[in-house]
């Protein structure tokens, strides 16, 4: 039994925990979401008494799923009846690949092309179209009500853009890929299509949670509500978010209201709340107040909460010397507050600019580390076999990574196994032999390609050639790889080659975190400098809801930090400082010069 009493759980996230039926959990920024969520996936897999039934959690990002799947296994449950991964993730292995067969697209078999490939194929339609304005950035989409709707706010590149993305789509089909909205459109055209699939998945699942859901499409509503709908009540759900998060619209995110999801569920649902803070000082759960768009109440209840925070916002320092005060805010905190440099975190509206940010920071400050854009020589392709075997190839083989790195070894032998190919191997005993591996090559690329071929040594494969997945990967891996080492060593990053640097993609974060506000959700820290509060940047230009959006990402970047926060909006660059943020009554503080 999950012993719930020693938690350290509060009433409200017990009353979620222990709520019998299905529930809409809004959670306040701090209040313990992530918690709740991994004693929810306990307390349900303690229940399960048939072991043909699952608990299904759905999380906006691969990296949530291993941080509830470890913190689960941390609580000594066995989660063989667990599934937890991204709604894509969800779709590929319980509908598409089951029922692949029913759909003329995909029964002759296909692949998913990745994040890499797509944007090197997007980039040839654009150059080989005569639009010469339009760029594979311009070219995002998703569905609605089974068309194909343009993310690209600017409305006249759309008709040139429908004609790349026509040639895209027909090339993919001739291919046999699918990307990763394509996933979602064919989950929900079988789904739909064919309810038979449906009830058996309510049969399979005791319950659903979906974390995030002011972030999810609406598409995915549309897969999880055909599941609930056709047996009501049978699987249950478990819904977690805040609408005053609701940050990713412009990328097709739908804040869904409690009564719509009641409606369109035909779940008998419950409506609860997460109104307590454990994570800010009262000062900062006030301030960030003034942006919250939907009423209820924040109570503090961290242990921060008498924390005498500074509240800083500049609006006078010039755009040529941003950097300048970028770096004397960092300097204060870890010199002056005393601020550990992994709970510092820069940020801005849009990653070009805080990659060249990141490198002038390194140059001014080398004595401190940074997690920022470009400092990976790779891309998370999580469908790429070697991707998957770079996890293990680049992680330490310390007892606190055991449990990831065995799990990591299990989806490596099930990706050989799709491939047809049967490892001999457990997963401990593959993990065993791979930490025996000892390799002295400095260079991250030659490193990798020797441990892949050491890898294929063990598994008794001579050559990845007669393995077409295998080998399109490989070549895929390493081309991204090359693209990314070269811009990188473009913009000065000459050590990006090193084989330390490529292990930092799989350690802890050590260093000062830079990202966009969007990258950043979820994430929490001491001290936050965010820059480039400005008309046109927070929220964009071309935002159609600007007043509720700048709203919702002031929201989201305050609401980060614990101790101190640090405002800027930086003059000369032709843009207002974001409205909402300028028409704020708050008698801020200042930092003293050194």
Known sequence: MVDLSTAGLDDRQLAAINHPGSVFLTACPGSGKTKTLTYKVAAELWKIDDHRKFVVAITYTHRAADEILERVER????TAQLWIGTIHSFCLEWIIRPYAIYEPRLDSGFTIINQPDTEALLEELCKSTSYPKIKPYDCGYHFIDGKVTLLCSDSKKHANIRDVLKRYFAFLKQERKIDFELILFFAHKLISSFPVIAKHLSNLFAIILLDEYQDTKEIQYLILFCIFSSRPDKTRAFIVGDQDQAIFN???????????????SHLSIESLSLSYNYRSSTRIVEYFGNYRLHPGQVTTYSEHKEYQ?????DRTTPVNHLDDEVERLIRHSLYVQGIRPEEICIIGPQWPSLAALTRRLMSRLPECSFDGPGMIPFGRELDNFWYKVSRLCLSDPAPDMYLRRVRWATEVINALDDSGIKCKHTSKSLLKELNAIQLTEQNGMQYLEL????????????????????????????????????????????????IDNFKRAFRPRSGITISTIHGIKGAEFDNVIAFSLLDGMVPHWADPKPLDSAKKLL??????????????????????????LARTNYLYDTVPER
């Open 75 to 78: 609580l000594g449950l066995p």
């Open 250 to 264: 412009s990328l097709g995110g739908y804040a869904i209201a409690f009564n719509e999801f009641k409606t369109k």
């Open 309 to 313: 925070s500074l509240i800083c916002y």
């Open 451 to 498: 441990y892949f071929s050491k890898f294929l040594q063990l598994i008794q494969i001579p050559s990845i050639d007669t393995y077409p997945s295998l080998h399109n990967h490989y070549l895929s891996f390493f081309e991204a790889a090359h693209k990314k080492i070269a811009r990188a060593k473009n913009d000065g990053l000459q050590l990006i080659e090193g």
């Open 555 to 580: 929201y989201v970047v305050c609401s980060r930090a614990r101790k101190n926060l640090f405002l800027i909006s930086e003059t000369a660059r032709g843009k207002a400082a974001t409205s909402e």
